[in-house]
């Protein structure tokens, strides 16, 4: 079954303690990107990935990272989270950056900073 | 710069009244226009896309949009709502180009009353 797998599904943490949120995809998909949604905001972009060792900011990336050492894994770091942080984060990937109807999402990360 | 405005960040209907929820676009070249809906707990699924074939598009579940060039809209409209459809919906804007990015709306959510 084609998916992006996202854990934890829940994190509850205190200020500046690092933490890592995965992202997996099992569809052989170039693109990835990583999106926070908060009330009357909506989705907005942190960073995103058009291949393996090429990545981008997106609208809102101050205060996170990212990696892509791997096609299939696009990992999300925040090395001293804030409350500011605190948000619904969801992974999403795709063919190629561009193909938006193929556009698949994980089942998103709820993160409380403390 | 694109950019996507949806009017109302809540609708209230009755079950099997019409839906409408509005969306206005701005794009300096032709669009690509995407509506996504959001159901408790999980990710954004694709409900229908235009990509300047036909304005009329027809999506998931009996929804459809209108793609109006004059009015830069494409509102989102089913004709009888049910239950199942109360979730939270966004348009989005992307520009015909390989290496476009895609712009998110605020969202709507759609309640749907008994």
């Known amino acids: 079954e084609a998916q992006v797998t996202q854990n934890p599904r829940y994190l509850i943490t205190v200020t500046g303690k690092k933490l890592t949120v995965t992202c997996s995809q099992n569809?052989?998909?170039?693109?990835m990107s990583w999106y926070r949604q908060d009330p009357g905001l909506g989705l907005r972009q942190i960073y995103y990935s058009m291949n393996v060792e090429v990545t981008d900011k997106g609208d809102v990336p101050e205060g996170y990272k990212v990696s892509r050492k791997e096609k299939r894994n696009f990992p999300l770091i925040l090395e001293s989270p804030s409350p500011n942080q605190t948000s619904l984060y969801f992974c999403?990937?795709?063919?190629?950056?561009?193909?938006?109807?193929?556009?698949?999402f994980g089942s998103g990360t709820q993160l409380s900073v403390l | 710069a694109q950019s996507v405005t949806q009017l109302g960040s809540h609708v209230s209907v009755s079950e099997g009244a019409l839906v409408l929820l509005r969306c206005n676009y701005s794009s300096s070249v032709p669009p690509y226009l995407f509506w996504y809906v959001q159901y408790p707990n999980q990710g954004l699924q694709l409900l229908l896309k235009y990509t300047s074939a036909a304005t009329l598009v027809k999506g998931i579940n009996g929804f459809e949009a209108e793609f109006k060039k004059s009015e830069t809209s494409f509102h989102l409209t089913k004709p009888s709502a049910h239950m199942s459809d109360a979730a939270e919906y966004f348009c989005?804007?992307?520009?015909?180009?390989?290496?476009?990015?895609?712009?998110f709306g605020k969202g709507t959510m759609l309640l749907v009353s008994p």
């Open positions: 569809m052989n998909h170039e693109y």
């Open positions: 989005a804007v992307s520009e015909d180009s390989g290496y476009s990015t895609l712009t």
């Open positions: 999403a990937s795709s063919p190629g950056q561009g193909v938006w109807e193929k556009l698949f």
